[in-house]
């Protein structure tokens, strides 16, 4: 079974930084892709960012374009989220996620808090 743990997470402050890291385990695949999910309180899952897993094209939701830096280390196995100028909707729990093709379904890990103060 795949495992995927996230890090990074924590608390900063309005217009602050932060780098969440995940490294993916018992791979049996070449993954398709990886990407950044998040759930804020009250709301549902949400895609944030991915990063193909040959080539490395990336896409992001409009309302982290231009502050959040998705990349990847496919020796290591290794996603990485940049999130930079930070906003307290940008609150939430923050999932990594990986899938074998583009018409299969996401790996999630376990999550990693994130949280804005204002």
């Known amino acids: 079974q795949v495992q995927l743990v996230e890090s990074g997470g924590g608390l900063v402050q309005d217009g602050g930084s932060l780098k969440l890291s995940c490294t993916a385990s018992r791979l049996t695949f070449t993954p398709y892709n990886m990407a950044w999910f998040r759930q804020a309180p009250g709301k549902g899952r949400e895609f944030v960012a991915s990063?193909?897993?040959?080539?490395?094209?990336?896409r992001y939701t409009d309302s982290v374009k231009g502050r959040f830096t998705i990349s990847r280390d496919n020796a290591e196995n290794t996603v990485a989220l940049r999130m930079n100028n930070m906003t307290p909707e940008d609150t939430a729990v923050y999932y990594c996620?990986?899938?074998?093709?583009?018409?299969?379904?996401?790996?999630y890990g376990q999550g990693t808090q994130v949280t804005v103060s204002s």
């Open positions: 990063i193909l897993w040959e080539g490395g094209k990336t």
């Open positions: 996620g990986t899938k074998r093709s583009e018409i299969h379904g996401y790996y």
